[in-house]
């Protein structure tokens, strides 16, 4: 495992066969969001798409906690002689939800978030731009936002109603409770419980697994499905047939069938 600097103790980077780690580091906070976390993170998360080493990504949180949000606290004790305008406020949050949460989203390679404990507003948005999400039995779920007054951030209104419709999405965001993990799993919003103790390992698994498969592949699968959320279906189509033909042309797919043929476990190399 190599350890990775971010230039902040609120978010932890590593690397290890294949996959890049990124730990959200404030568990006395539950991992609420800080200035800090969020620059350091959209900038590692745009390192990892570069890093050549990296096919697969997982977002999780130290502790007990995934990510409570925004740091109410925080907020309760900003100073009301901040010179940031709003016209300013809203540029940098643009900037950093497209960097983070917009990134995790469409970036070319698998993310998954692990959760260990509460998704709670933002931080529900950041385990829902990921691709997957593996969740602990003990772990929740909340979009919080209208708790403390709050219309909702870092695009959890789009992925929420992608993933589970408008109708529930809108009931979740008005009424603002808790979803178990069982429940989160029943409405689709997690892929996989776990109990506590195997978190850390299955995602491990599952990571490295991902991390060893066709990249390239992976990569166009994802633009694909992506695509489909919003595209009209002859533009699917015709990007289905695109990625495909070219994905026939690759040493991936030229290896697998050879394995295949002779019933061996294909070695996939990302090109």
Known sequence: MMELDTGTTHLLAKKEN?????????PEARNAMSMEMNEAL???????????????????????????????????????????????????????????SGKLFKMPKPTIASIPGPAAGAGLSYALSCDLRI??????????????????????????????????????????????AKEALNLGLTNWI???????????????????????AYRYMKENLN?????????????????HVHCGETMDHKNAVKAFVEKKTPKFQGK
């Open 18 to 26: 294949g996959v890049g780690y990124l730990i959200m580091n404030r």
């Open 42 to 100: 959209q900038k590692k998360i745009a390192e990892f798409e570069l890093d050549n080493d990296i096919r697969c990504i997982v977002l999780t949180g130290a502790g007990k906690g995934f990510c409570a949000g925004g740091d109410v606290k925080g907020m309760a004790s900003k100073d009301s002689n901040d010179e940031n305008t709003i016209d300013k406020a809203i540029h940098r949050q643009r900037d950093h939800q497209r960097g983070t």
């Open 135 to 180: 969740m602990s039995s003990e772990a929740f779920m909340t979009t919080a936002f209208a708790k403390v007054g709050f219309s909702g951030d870092y695009g959890g209104t789009y992925f929420m109603s992608k993933l589970i419709g408008s109708a529930k999405a809108r009931e979740l965001y008005f009424l603002s409770e808790r979803i178990s």
């Open 194 to 216: 776990e109990e506590p103790e195997e978190l850390e390992l299955k995602t491990k698994e599952l990571a490295e697994k991902l991390a060893s498969g066709p990249a390239v």
């Open 227 to 243: 695509r489909a959320m919003s595209g009209e279906i002859d533009e699917c189509l015709d990007l289905e047939a695109t990625h």
